[in-house]
């Protein structure tokens, strides 16, 4: 066939489009300009979360977001997308009703989050067995935000009330081994409903053993990481404060280390970027105090350059 256009790529990467499966079009951002941004860094198709967060400036029945989130999709996006559902403490008692309902509109995969209790964000154990089990007579997918809720807590708690409150105990606050717990007991419980599992942003080099485990024992374990968990450490907390400030933090070079060679081993399977829009002075608004700051970094126009120049 005769081409409309012929472009001369010689002496460069001509690379397929990108999927950037965990996204957040929130806080400042929109479909319209998160699309053009995710466009010029090479990714096609976006997979964005969306349920009844505050926090994300959603508020209501997860069904119902949804479809207002697709409606509003079609007319501003300039890329691809599809949609997870998200269930937070709140969504308990109607998860019966809309996990069937989201599959039927063909959004299948359904994420809760272990931590963040106090943002009312974290659903309980209850919660997550029967989204599980819910999902997986469904034919959906289960996602996780694995980190403990409760220790991450009381570490806060008790190193506010000891002034402790400066960049260097972000990280202590949220140590590794709250996320392999976390993986664990998600882990755990998809084998006890059946079902497969998807926890998203892994951080630590702790968890990889558990997914080796894991998978080893049978479990249909599909793993994340993102771009940040790569190529950046504590040291940038340390030097920008709350700019810097993510969940899951960012960790330690042999952390990084670790999560490479889990990517070229195939232990983990999917990069995305985790990305939502906040401005620096958004990020500031706590002060020195580390714990008052927003979670969040703007990384999905640098995916796919960042993953690549650095793999």
Sequence with gaps: REASRVIDASGKYVLP???????????LDKMDQYSICAAFGGITTLIPFVGNVSGWGFSGYTTDLVKEFIEEGERLSHLDFSVHGTYVGADEDTL?????????????????FLAYRRRGMAISDEGMLKMMDLAVNEGGLPMVHAENSCCIDHLIDRYTAEGKTSAEWYLPA???????????RAGVFSQVAGSPLYPVHLSTREALPLVREFREKGLGL???????????????????G????????LREQQDCD???????????????SDSGGRTRAQKMVGGDNIFEGPYGLNTHEFMVPVVWSYG
């Design 96 to 112: 019966e009703r809309s996990v069937p309902e989201l599959v039927r509109m063909g959004v299948i995969s359904f994420k809760v």
């Design 242 to 249: 709350a700019v810097a400030k993510v969940g899951p933090p």
């Design 222 to 240: 599909f793993t994340e990481t993102c771009p940040h968990y790569l190529t950046l450490t504590n040291e940038e907390v340390l030097k920008k």
């Design 174 to 184: 949220q140590p590794n081994i709250l996320e392999a717990e976390g993986l664990h």
């Design 258 to 272: 670790a999560l490479w060679g889990a990517l070229a081993d195939g232990t983990i399977d999917v990069v995305a």
């Design 17 to 27: 489009g990108a999927i950037d499966s965990h996204c957040h079009p929130v806080y």
